[in-house]
């Protein structure tokens, strides 16, 4: 406003005073200096009356506190090189904070339904067969649907469609729904319509809805397309709606299709194979729907034997979303609170040591009339100013290690395209500075709190030592420490599971092998001889590219998200209890499959051309299951089915296990596997994979063109090598191995030079004293020793408290772990040793000083 | 600066007193600071002598108050001065305060030489 106007008119009018009483002097007859003087000195201290006077004007809380901004500034400007610490120690702790934030912010974002708490997933459970979260079969799905507990209960299977444009057809994630789906998101398309009751039957299923995105990008945002026709997976579509940008997104679906239930899976409990999600009836409590839905279940498990010892589980959708991000997140989140606290420990113990010698200057502002408050104000605001340009300059270090933990594209973390500095992310970080510059800031407020006038000034030449704050201080080393360690361990169990990861021998050999997926749509090739015979071509034709030594395909990679399970069973042995069933892995190949993926031969044959669809029905399993079914006895030669009413295969050969992948090693630890020849048991959907003896993605545009040759309606997608394969499937691994490490480096240099800060002061307040023990004869080694002794005390103070912590903590990480357990004592003892050799270096170096203090010239310095 | 603190107590102590003493002054007419301490100094024969530090704060709040209204003009001498002067809500604050100073002063006055009254 006008205040510097307002000021400009207060001088002015003290200025006039002045004038007019000095006037009124010299009418009196006094010489002119006198008249100045006396005017003056009767006037008083103008500075101070116009500080009070600017008092009443009001709102000067505001301006006051402007008032110690400016001096602390002025403050800080005069100690750079303290201020500089600060402000870095700062800037990577709350960037750290920030760029974590901005990864949960995103990953934790809402679906964006209305009513989301109404709306649930509900999943199939059982104990006993260790299914969680199973998905539902069409029976299940109907009867939980007629229990009256949803006011829309939808079934949804996600997957990709093959989209034919203009020039080339293109592989986009998408998911079929049926049409209660969008009446249970309760989000409609803001062109066109959703999908009709009908429209959820065969026959009027021809219709499609796109995604905002996927309109704005293939479609270029076009309002007229609605009610135009595409192409997806080879049939025509007529396109009735396009979503907002707002839609929930359950995974990267961009395109709708209805999910319709053929006749057989209809009528089938044991054909599980989508999920379901509803909304919960006005009125009605999540408890109650659970209990109703489950005994429904209870009811179906007595009834069906495919049901027994099933039961059911509604979760709410937007936890259901965050689940697989949760622990990750929380390690994150952790590790960096920490990184925070830490460096708040180390600033306050720098700002602790600097009060001392500032000690002075308060007691100096207290005796001229500086409240307690007043001081304990202006102390905070420097604080606050430091942790704000420290938050400011955190800008930098946050937006790389966005960067970073984006380039890591980890499913896990949804919405990574949300991981940005945006408006909530600053609101954070300037919210954290704040509250980092009180917290750190509290230390020397309350050293000022407790500052004696009379004692500082008494004391005016003599240093200052207040045995309460030495202990302080000890005390911020015991908790930097203590922190410090379960960081460590932390680090060390993420840096041990990694390692354990990348060096675990997969089975296969992963160099030069290329890999891409062809997804043939269901209406083209619904013929299982068609599927067959359009693979055997693409293989045969890309065995004969320059370049490729072995062209086969899989159904499914191994460490894939699609797995094929069945229940294996000997034809030769009366059938188990249902729980009982062992699960095996299946999976078609193609011949060749073994050789391009290097896996070994350990008895009889791989599968080849003569096994055909009019041969004998055969098998090859790996060890696993030849083991654990066959304990004694050679499997090959032996028959197993699949499923009661499937026909007795003939085992052929037996090959080496593969890592099946984190999920089932988390899941189950292992499962056998077992693969079934292409020509037998075709699947629409397979995984092309070549050894090549070229760099495998030279390959790729010959690969594209080679399919493209046989069908332009069926793309190839997920085209990716082995080896970038292998290292996806560890990225929240790696991401957490590598942010967790440089957490832990950083916490470490953060305790070293606490300690450092906290002996080094020790030995300069105890200087004299080490120079009279030195000079009454005290060897060396004894000061080096009382002085290190005060460092280890703190060390293993802190690293007790830090182990205990470490052993709470480290548990909750377990799922993110492998092959490493959470209280590995290794680890545990590996993390300490560093941190006791670090926290000795630390001390050493202050140590050493001591030892070198010459006693005449400590006792002459005082 | 810091010592600013020990004005206030001052300030606080005299308030309602130095406020009633500023109205009463400005009932003769507009004035300002310099004149309003050396009439109140005269007028209570040297014994008052009102420090600056107490004067203007309290001019300034008075006027937030809305009891006074200011203006630049020139003195007699020729000199810029900001000239306070009351408000018809200042006047009515001035009656009601010397009215409480009255009844005040007459009780106190009570207190002090009971003596009187007997008599």
């Given at each position: 406003m006008n205040r510097r106007r307002r000021n400009r008119e207060l001088n002015e009018e003290l200025e006039a005073h002045l004038r007019m009483a000095e006037r009124d002097r010299l009418d009196r007859?006094?010489?002119?200096?006198?008249?100045?003087?006396?005017?003056?000195?009767?006037?008083?201290?103008?500075?101070?009356?116009?500080?009070?006077?600017?008092?009443?004007?009001?709102?000067?809380?505001?301006?006051?506190?402007?008032?110690?901004?400016?001096?602390?500034?002025?403050?800080?400007?005069?100690?750079?090189?303290?201020?500089?610490?600060?402000?870095?120690?700062?800037?990577?702790?709350?960037?750290?904070?920030?760029?974590?934030?901005?990864?949960?912010?995103?990953?934790?974002?809402?679906?964006?339904?209305?009513?989301?708490?109404?709306?649930?997933?509900?999943?199939?459970?059982?104990?006993?067969?260790?299914?969680?979260q199973f998905p539902a079969s069409v029976p299940d799905y109907r009867d939980w649907q007629s229990s009256g507990v949803f006011s829309?209960?939808?079934?949804?299977s996600d997957g990709g469609f093959n989209l034919r444009l203009a020039d080339r057809t293109e592989r986009i994630d998408g998911m079929s729904v049926t049409p209660e789906f969008f009446p249970a998101v309760a989000v409609a398309p803001h062109l066109g319509r959703a999908f009709?009751?009908?429209?959820?039957?065969?026959?009027?299923?021809?219709?499609?809805?796109?995604?905002?995105?996927?309109?704005?990008?293939?479609?270029?945002?076009?309002?007229?397309?609605?009610?135009?026709?595409?192409?997806?997976?080879?049939?025509?579509?007529?396109?009735?709606?396009?979503?907002?940008?707002?839609?929930?997104?359950?995974?990267?679906?961009?395109?709708?299709?209805?999910?319709?239930?053929?006749?057989?899976v209809a009528a089938d409990r044991g054909s599980r194979f989508f999920q379901v999600v509803g909304r919960l009836r006005d009125g009605i409590t999540l408890a109650a729907a659970q209990q109703r839905v489950a005994g429904i279940e209870r009811r179906l498990s007595k009834q069906y034997q495919e049901d027994t010892g099933h039961s059911v589980a509604l979760q709410p959708a937007e936890e259901a979303v965050v689940e697989d991000a949760r622990a990750l997140l929380a390690l994150l989140f952790g590790a960096v609170g920490f990184v925070l606290l830490i460096a708040c420990a180390n600033i306050a113990n720098l700002l602790l040591a600097r009060g001392t010698s500032r000690q002075k200057e308060m007691a100096l502002r207290a005796a001229l009339g500086a409240g307690r408050w007043r001081l304990c104000r202006q102390l905070l605001s420097?604080?606050?100013?430091?942790?704000?340009?420290?938050?400011?300059?955190?800008?930098?270090?946050?937006?790389?290690?966005?960067?970073?933990?984006?380039?890591?594209?980890?499913?896990?973390?949804?919405?990574?395209?949300?991981?940005?500095?945006?408006?909530?992310?600053?609101?954070?970080?300037?919210?954290?500075?704040?509250?980092?510059?009180?917290?750190?800031?509290?230390?020397?407020?309350?050293?000022?709190?407790?500052?004696?006038?009379?004692?500082?000034?008494?004391?005016?030449?003599?240093?200052?030592?207040?045995?309460?704050?030495?202990?302080?201080?000890?005390?911020?080393?015991?908790?930097?420490?203590?922190?410090?360690?379960?960081?460590?361990?932390?680090?060390?169990?993420?840096?041990?599971?990694?390692?354990?990861l990348r060096s675990a021998n997969p089975g296969y050999d992963v160099t030069n092998v290329l890999t891409m997926r062809v997804a043939l749509s269901d209406q083209q090739y619904a013929a299982p001889e068609k599927q067959a015979a359009f693979f055997e071509r693409v293989t045969r034709e890309a065995s004969a590219l320059p370049g490729v030594a072995t062209a086969s395909a899989i159904q499914d990679l191994p460490g894939s998200d699609n797995m094929h399970g069945s229940g294996l069973l000997r034809p030769d042995r009366p059938n188990p209890r249902p729980e009982d069933i062992r699960i095996e892995l299946t999976d078609c190949v193609m011949p060749g499959y073994f050789d391009a993926m290097r896996?070994?031969?350990?008895?009889?044959?791989?599968?080849?051309?003569?096994?055909?669809?009019?041969?004998?029905?055969?098998?090859?399993?790996?060890?696993?299951?030849?083991?654990?079914?066959?304990?004694?006895?050679?499997?090959?030669?032996?028959?197993?089915?699949?499923?009661?009413?499937?026909?007795?295969?003939?085992?052929?050969?037996?090959?080496?296990?593969?890592?099946q992948g984190i999920l089932v090693k988390l899941l189950k630890?292992?499962?056998?596997?077992?693969?079934?020849?292409?020509?037998?048991?075709?699947?629409?959907?397979?995984?092309?994979?070549?050894?090549?003896?070229?760099?495998?993605?030279?390959?790729?545009?010959?690969?594209?063109?080679?399919?493209?040759?046989?069908?332009?309606?069926?793309?190839?997608?997920?085209?990716?090598?082995?080896?970038?394969?292998?290292?996806?499937?560890?990225?929240?691994?790696?991401?957490?191995?590598?942010?967790?490490?440089?957490?832990?480096?950083?916490?470490?240099?953060?305790?070293?030079?606490?300690?450092?800060?906290?002996?080094?002061?020790?030995?300069?307040?105890?200087?004299?004293?080490?120079?009279?023990?030195?000079?009454?004869?005290?060897?060396?080694?004894?000061?080096l020793r009382l002085v290190v002794r005060q460092g280890i005390v703190f060390t293993s103070i802190g690293m007790l408290a830090g182990l205990a912590g470490a052993f709470a903590l480290t548990r909750l990480m377990s799922s993110l772990l492998s092959g490493v357990a959470a209280t590995d004592p290794l680890t545990f003892a590996a993390g300490a040793a560093l941190l006791a050799a670090a926290a000795l270096t630390a001390c050493l170096i202050p140590a050493f000083r001591a030892t070198r203090v010459d006693p005449v010239v400590a006792l002459r310095c005082e | 600066m810091p010592t600013k603190d020990r004005y206030q107590n001052r300030v606080e102590l005299l308030q309602g007193t130095l406020d009633m003493l500023i109205l009463k002054t400005l009932q003769w007419g507009p004035q300002h600071g310099y004149g309003i301490i050396q009439a109140i100094r005269v007028s209570s024969s040297d014994v008052l002598q009102v420090e600056t530090g107490?004067?203007?704060?309290?001019?300034?709040?008075?006027?937030?108050?809305?009891?006074?209204?200011?203006?630049?003009?020139?003195?007699?001498?020729?000199?810029?001065?900001?000239?306070?002067?009351?408000?018809?809500?200042?006047?009515?604050?001035?009656?009601?305060?010397?009215?409480?100073?009255?009844?005040?002063?007459?009780?106190?006055?009570?207190?002090?030489?009971?003596?009187?009254?007997q008599s």
């Open positions: 007859g006094q010489s002119p200096d006198d008249a100045h003087f006396d005017a003056l000195a009767e006037f008083g201290n103008k500075g101070l009356v116009q500080e009070v006077t600017r008092d009443m004007w009001g709102w000067t809380s505001v301006e006051r506190l402007l008032q110690d901004f400016r001096y602390g500034a002025r403050m800080l400007r005069r100690n750079p090189g303290f201020t500089i610490v600060v402000v870095l120690t700062l800037a990577l702790g709350i960037g750290a904070n920030t760029a974590i934030y901005s990864v949960i912010h995103a990953a934790l974002a809402p679906l964006g339904m209305p009513n989301a708490d109404r709306v649930v997933m509900v999943w199939t459970e059982n104990a006993k067969r260790n299914w969680h829309s209960l939808a079934g949804v009709l009751p009908e429209e959820g039957r065969a026959g009027h299923d021809q219709v499609a809805i796109l995604s905002d995105a996927l309109w704005r990008s293939h479609f270029a945002a076009n309002p007229n397309i609605v009610g135009s026709t595409i192409v997806v997976d080879g049939v025509s579509r007529a396109i009735v709606g396009i979503l907002p940008p707002s839609f929930p997104k359950f995974e990267k679906e961009e395109l709708y299709t209805p999910l319709v239930f053929t006749a057989d420097e604080s606050v100013l430091l942790a704000l340009i420290g938050g400011a300059v955190a800008v930098v270090p946050s937006l790389l290690a966005m960067r970073f933990v984006t380039s890591f594209g980890i499913d896990e973390l949804r919405n990574a395209n949300l991981i940005a500095l945006n408006s909530s992310v600053l609101v954070f970080n300037l919210a954290l500075s704040f509250a980092t510059g009180i917290l750190f800031g509290l230390v020397p407020a309350w050293q000022a709190w407790k500052t004696n006038v009379g004692d500082t000034m008494r004391e005016a030449s003599r240093s200052y030592t207040g045995g309460t704050q030495h202990r302080l201080r000890g005390l911020f080393v015991i908790a930097e420490v203590a922190l410090t360690m379960v960081l460590l361990v932390g680090a060390g169990l993420m840096l041990r599971s990694f390692a354990h896996i070994p031969l350990v008895r009889g044959r791989y599968i080849n051309q003569a096994d055909t669809s009019s041969s004998t029905p055969v098998v090859v399993i790996d060890e696993y299951t030849a083991r654990v079914n066959w304990p004694n006895e050679d499997p090959v030669g032996k028959q197993l089915k699949f499923g009661t009413k499937k026909a007795p295969r003939r085992i052929v050969g037996i090959v080496g296990n593969v890592d630890g292992q499962i056998g596997q077992a693969y079934t020849p292409a020509s037998q048991v075709p699947s629409p959907a397979m995984t092309l994979v070549l050894r090549t003896k070229l760099d495998p993605s030279s390959l790729i545009p010959a690969m594209r063109a080679l399919v493209r040759n046989i069908d332009i309606d069926q793309p190839v997608f997920e085209v990716q090598t082995l080896e970038s394969i292998r290292a996806t499937s560890r990225a929240p691994q790696q991401l957490a191995t590598s942010l967790l490490g440089s957490f832990a480096a950083l916490a470490l240099l953060l305790a070293a030079i606490g300690i450092y800060g906290v002996i080094a002061y020790a030995v300069g307040q105890r200087t004299r004293e080490f120079g009279v023990r030195i000079s009454l004869g005290a060897n060396r080694l004894d000061v | 107490s004067l203007y704060p309290a001019l300034h709040r008075l006027e937030r108050q809305g009891w006074l209204a200011s203006e630049w003009k020139q003195t007699d001498s020729n000199q810029r001065a900001k000239f306070y002067r009351l408000t018809p809500a200042g006047r009515k604050q001035l009656a009601s305060e010397h009215q409480r100073w009255t009844m005040l002063s007459a009780a106190i006055a009570g207190i002090m030489s009971p003596q009187k009254e």
